[in-house]
């Protein structure tokens, strides 16, 4: 695990931006069950994470069309919400930072950190964005 006040700035860049952070098992599970769409970003320390998920998550939430809710967990802090957020992600293998979007709890869209690594952030928010339009 990582120092509280090493991670509190990149929680804060999600949760500023209106996604609820998830750091039980049982929120996970209630967050990506049921009926409606859930974006969930898997959160991390890394510099793919600050410089092209967090932005791409955000410009993608700001979008007209966006998911009924935005959650986020935080990999190498939270484990074991981490863990289940990854269970409802199979067959993704685990990577952070990551992406998904679910559907009445279904996964239908997913980016994992090596769709992430390299590319801007425009560029993974288009991606969301199309999933946002198709499946929102």
């Not at 509190?8 to 990506?32: H, N, S, W, Y």
């Amino acid at each position: 695990m990582y120092p509280e006040y090493l991670v509190e700035p990149m929680r804060k860049d999600l949760t500023g931006a209106g996604f609820q952070e998830l750091k039980t098992p049982e929120e996970v599970d209630q967050a990506i069950t049921g009926e409606g769409t859930v974006f969930v970003v898997v959160n991390s320390v890394c510099g793919c994470a600050a410089a092209n998920a967090r932005p791409a998550a955000k410009i993608a939430a700001s979008n007209e069309k966006h998911p009924d809710k935005l959650v986020t967990v935080f990999a190498g802090m939270e484990k074991d919400a981490v863990d289940r957020a990854r269970g409802y992600m199979i067959p993704f293998p685990p990577s952070s930072p990551s992406m998904a979007l679910f559907k009445d709890g279904k996964l239908v869209h997913m980016i994992e950190r090596h769709q992430i690594e390299g590319r801007p952030a425009q560029m993974i928010a288009d991606s969301l964005i199309g999933a946002f339009e198709q499946y929102c």
